[in-house]
């Protein structure tokens, strides 16, 4: 009995300095957190960073959330949430430091190596060979973006992976990337963007798709300088959202308010909170009001241009930190002694690790610096080169740029002296070298690096059928994902009808509802789910129903998916296939084809511009091989001309950036791709006639462009070139005269003035006539290359 009752008295005393222990040690991670932002304005206020912005004011309720962050969570955030990275052991001080001064060391700065603004978090995904880590075991940060909300779309598509992993069977043996869809994705955002677009339609999806998504807003009542009167119905976002409150017998989410300076209330509610979004996959949102920012929003200005002498002295007693140390010293959990130790511990581990990350980040400089003047000392008899030496040697915090430009001023004055050559080598391994580290990672660079995949030509059988195009793509589709558990297709009219073009007409019904399946019409959240799905290691084909309505899509794709793998250095690839239909057809909305504002907004991703379904499926086999984002544009005006069917549907590849000829000539070389291929070879039956040949190349990709200069090759034979497409004047067509005459050096080889043949630069006028007037057509393209014939 006595020993019993012991053992509780102990059981209690452990649990109690249990309890003890993780509150300090929060309100230590909080000090630390704090002396960070401190520190870093100052940082950024002598010169040392650029720019900075920092989490002061939110320390509390981060502690409070990070508590319930597990293995195997994600977080799709923004950035101020540097007491979350810390809490979770997923940032040291030290490494906030580096990435402040944009120390290019991935070591030092995990998050990008130097590639973000300061605050802009990640954790690695993949390994150097692009394979998908055990991110069922990790906490996981998906890379950080500087758009507010932009993080929203993705976040859904994180905490919807969950589910696909709870509800697909075929799923079940990826242990590594999931544990039954437990995961639940935290997902922060600031009052004030809310008011975004991405905002509610995620807020909207998240409700009608009952995913484990937890929403924290830090309401601090400011977006920069304009408050949340100007910002939220109401000025609550929880007030607003209430329409949207799940009950018992509908979906919807669940809506908590927090005050961001009680710790212990803040605990208290999300503890069993988040557990509910666990268990049972539906979405919260945790509204957490009276949040301050001490310093205001970030190092380019002050707060007292736009707070009150009332609001300033409010955030002075209601600071995060101030209350937790009255909590803890009210409930004795430690004496005013003891916290300020804590409190001079944190300032001097702060200095010290702010210390460590400056002398990492300007050693390697430093090295750099001597070891150039000591190669311009070859030439110090040079009295200009003497005093570049000299000034580089003066500069106190000298940077890779520095170095750069004495050495380019330095070779300038020596000109062809043989005395600089080593000079001269030193210079030019330096670009190499730099770009090696400012300019990779754009794409995948290893094996799976799309332009990798071998290509492997289709096979056909003798008897080999001939069908419509669109039977082409629901034969393959049918086979993919009898072969590859991965992929999982979705978007406007998928998943019930199989597309407004049939490309999945009855597979829903084969492979289920969770693999193939109709979306809202929410073209950005879309893309968000495919964002995440693709990040969590599965192999989204999303759907854009139209072309023209990419624009809706855009931003989450140029913004998130095109910087993933460049923003982490290689740490995380987004393989996402984007699938849409376009070119001409009919009308203002359903002819488009803005290739030009597409291949620029899109570097980063691959574009396939396919002329028919077989050579779409070619495309899409070698994508799946690959970790490389890419959008696949089918030509809507394909998916009822005949095609003969391959025999090796899933195996065959197109690969990237190959042209292909697609019709020999010696007169004039025609540059084209898409639908307008089609007008083109119409047209070219007509010059034949005339006795003048032309030879078609077919680009198949614009992104990449004819990497190995195929059509060069063929303006050599020809001197007289065209490019053809229906885009807006100076659009792709322009893109592709510049890639031949600049980069491939095509000028040499003209004969007569290079030609584009574009559509006009309106929206195509409907209907048929408005199509032959909109658009080029034979007739023009006949008449342009007679034209050329004769100069
Ligand atoms: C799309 C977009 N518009 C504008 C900005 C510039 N900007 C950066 S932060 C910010 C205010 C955000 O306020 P809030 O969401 O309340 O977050 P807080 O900084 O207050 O935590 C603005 C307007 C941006 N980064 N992205
Ligand atoms: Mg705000």
């Known amino acids: 009995m006595d020993t019993n009752n012991n053992d509780a008295a102990l059981q209690e005393k452990l649990s109690f300095d249990n309890f003890r222990n993780a509150v300090l040690k929060d309100y230590q991670v909080a000090c630390e957190s704090r002396e960070t932002s401190l520190l870093g304005r100052r940082e950024v206020l002598?010169?040392?960073?650029?720019?900075?912005?920092?989490?002061?004011?939110?320390?509390?309720?981060?502690?409070?959330?990070?508590?319930?962050?597990?293995?195997?969570?994600?977080?799709?955030?923004?950035?101020?949430?540097q007491t979350f990275m810390f809490a979770n052991g997923l940032a040291t001080v030290e490494q906030f430091?580096?990435?402040?001064?944009?120390?290019?060391?991935?070591?030092?700065?995990?998050?990008?190596?130097?590639?973000?603004?300061?605050?802009?978090?990640?954790t690695k995904f993949v390994n150097e060979d692009g394979d998908w880590l055990n991110l069922a075991q990790l906490k996981n940060i998906s890379s950080d973006i500087a758009p507010t909300a932009g993080q929203m779309p993705r976040a859904l598509g994180l905490a919807?992976?969950?589910?696909?992993?709870?509800?697909?069977?075929?799923?079940?043996?990826?242990?590594?990337?999931?544990n039954n869809g437990n995961e639940v994705c935290f997902c922060t955002i600031g009052d004030a963007s809310t008011s975004e677009g991405h905002f509610w339609e995620t807020i909207n999806a998240a409700g009608v798709l009952q995913v484990p998504l937890a929403v924290f807003v830090w309401d601090d009542g400011y977006g920069i300088s304009v408050p949340k009167k100007y910002q939220t119905t109401k000025a609550s976002i929880s007030d607003a959202l209430?329409?949207?409150?799940?009950?018992?017998?509908?979906?919807?989410?669940?809506?908590?308010?927090?005050?961001?300076?009680?710790?212990?209330?803040?605990?208290?509610?999300?503890?069993?909170?988040?557990?509910?979004?666990?268990?049972?996959?539906?979405?919260?949102?945790?509204?957490?009001?009276?949040?301050?920012?001490?310093?205001?929003?970030?190092?380019?200005?002050?707060?007292?241009?736009?707070?009150?002498?009332?609001?300033?002295?409010?955030?002075?007693e209601w600071d995060g930190l101030k209350q937790m140390r009255e909590w803890v010293i009210a409930n004795a959990l430690a004496d005013e002694e003891e916290l300020?130790?804590?409190?001079?511990?944190?300032?001097?581990?702060?200095?010290?690790?702010?210390?460590?990350?400056?002398?990492k980040?300007?050693?390697?400089?430093?090295?750099?610096?001597?070891?150039?003047?000591?190669?311009?000392?070859?030439?110090?008899?040079?009295?200009?080169?003497?005093?570049?030496?000299?000034?580089?040697?003066?500069?106190?915090?000298?940077?890779?740029?520095?170095?750069?430009?004495?050495?380019?001023?330095?070779?300038?004055?020596?000109?062809?002296?043989?005395?600089?050559?080593?000079?001269?080598?030193?210079?030019?391994?330096?670009?190499?070298?730099?770009?090696?580290?400012?300019?990779?990672?754009?794409?995948?660079?290893?094996?799976?690096?799309?332009?990798?995949?071998?290509?492997?030509?289709?096979?056909?059988?003798?008897?080999?059928?001939?069908?419509?195009?669109?039977?082409?793509?629901?034969?393959?589709?049918?086979?993919?994902?009898?072969?590859?558990?991965?992929?999982?297709?979705?978007?406007?009219?998928?998943?019930?009808?199989?597309?407004v073009n049939q490309g999945f007409s009855g597979l829903q019904e084969k492979f289920g509802i969770d693999r193939i399946f109709d979306t809202g019409i929410r073209e950005i959240t879309i893309m968000g789910q495919g964002i995440g799905l693709a990040l969590r290691g599965l192999r989204p084909i999303a759907e854009i129903q139209y072309l023209d309505y990419?624009?809706?899509?855009?931003?989450?794709?140029?913004?998130?998916?095109?910087?993933?793998?460049?923003?982490?250095?290689?740490?995380?690839?987004?393989?996402?296939?984007?699938?849409?239909?376009?070119?001409?057809?009919?009308?203002?909305?359903?002819?488009?084809?803005?290739?030009?504002?597409?291949?620029?907004?899109?570097?980063?991703?691959?574009?396939c511009v396919p002329r028919n379904m077989v050579q779409a499926v070619g495309m899409y086999n070698t994508l799946l091989q690959a970790n490389d984002p890419a959008l696949v544009i089918e030509c809507l005006n394909g998916y009822r001309l005949k095609e003969k069917l391959p025999a090796n549907l899933t195996d065959y590849t197109v690969p990237l950036g190959i042209p292909e000829i697609v019709k020999e000539g010696t007169d004039v070389t025609i540059v084209t791709y898409g639908s307008t291929l089609r007008i083109v070879l119409e047209a070219t039956e007509t010059l034949d006639k005339m006795g003048i040949s032309s030879e078609v190349v077919d680009v198949q990709t614009l992104l990449p462009f004819d990497i190995n200069h195929s059509i060069v090759a063929s303006l050599k034979k020809t001197n007289r070139i065209v490019f053809v497409d229906e885009d807006v004047p100076g659009g792709a067509a322009a893109y592709m005269f510049n890639k031949v005459m600049e980069e491939q050096g095509g000028y040499k080889y003209l004969d007569v003035s290079?030609?584009?043949?574009?559509?006009?630069?309106?929206?195509?006028?409907?209907?048929s006539d408005g199509d032959y007037f909109s658009k080029p057509n034979t007739e023009d393209i006949v008449a342009v290359i007679k034209e050329m014939l004769s100069e």
């Not at 239909?581 to 291949?599: K, N, T, V």
């Open 160 to 178: 919807y992976a969950s589910k696909a992993f709870r509800k697909i069977k075929e799923l079940g043996s990826f242990t590594n990337l999931s």
């Open 46 to 81: 002598t010169g040392k960073a650029k720019f900075g912005i920092f989490g002061d004011g939110k320390e509390i309720a981060q502690v409070a959330a990070a508590k319930f962050f597990k293995p195997g969570d994600f977080r799709s955030g923004y950035y101020r949430d």
């Open 361 to 499: 980040y300007i050693e390697p400089v430093k090295t750099l610096v001597a070891e150039t003047i000591e190669k311009l000392s070859a030439l110090q008899s040079n009295a200009g080169v003497k005093k570049l030496a000299d000034d580089l040697a003066a500069l106190r915090e000298p940077m890779r740029r520095d170095v750069m430009k004495a050495l380019a001023a330095a070779l300038d004055i020596v000109r062809n002296d043989i005395a600089a050559n080593e000079l001269r080598e030193y210079y030019s391994k330096l670009k190499i070298t730099n770009a090696a580290v400012y300019n990779s990672y754009l794409y995948n660079e290893g094996p799976k690096s799309a332009l990798k995949v071998a290509p492997n030509m289709p096979v056909y059988a003798d008897d080999a059928a001939t069908v419509n195009g669109y039977e082409v793509l629901n034969k393959y589709f049918d086979e993919l994902f009898t072969t590859n558990n991965r992929v999982v297709a979705f978007g406007e009219d998928l998943g019930h009808i199989g597309d």
């Open 97 to 122: 430091f580096s990435q402040l001064y944009a120390d290019p060391n991935v070591e030092h700065d995990p998050f990008s190596a130097g590639r973000q603004m300061n605050a802009h978090f990640a």
């Open 550 to 607: 990419l624009l809706y899509g855009l931003q989450p794709l140029s913004d998130d998916v095109c910087t993933t793998h460049f923003r982490t250095a290689g740490q995380q690839s987004c393989p996402l296939i984007v699938r849409t239909r376009g070119h001409r057809l009919e009308g203002i909305w359903h002819s488009g084809s803005p290739m030009g504002m597409i291949i620029n907004a899109l570097r980063g991703m691959y574009v």
């Open 340 to 359: 300020i130790k804590i409190e001079t511990d944190a300032t001097q581990f702060v200095k010290e690790s702010k210390q460590r990350a400056w002398s």
């Open 242 to 316: 209430k329409g949207f409150q799940k009950k018992e017998d509908t979906n919807g989410i669940d809506i908590y308010k927090l005050k961001g300076w009680d710790y212990a209330g803040m605990c208290e509610i999300l503890e069993p909170a988040i557990q509910k979004i666990r268990d049972t996959h539906t979405p919260a949102i945790f509204h957490v009001e009276e949040i301050t920012q001490p310093q205001g929003h970030s190092t380019s200005g002050s707060h007292e241009r736009y707070k009150t002498p009332e609001r300033l002295e409010w955030e002075k």
């Open 754 to 767: 290079p030609r584009t043949i574009t559509g006009k630069a309106h929206r195509p006028s409907y209907g």
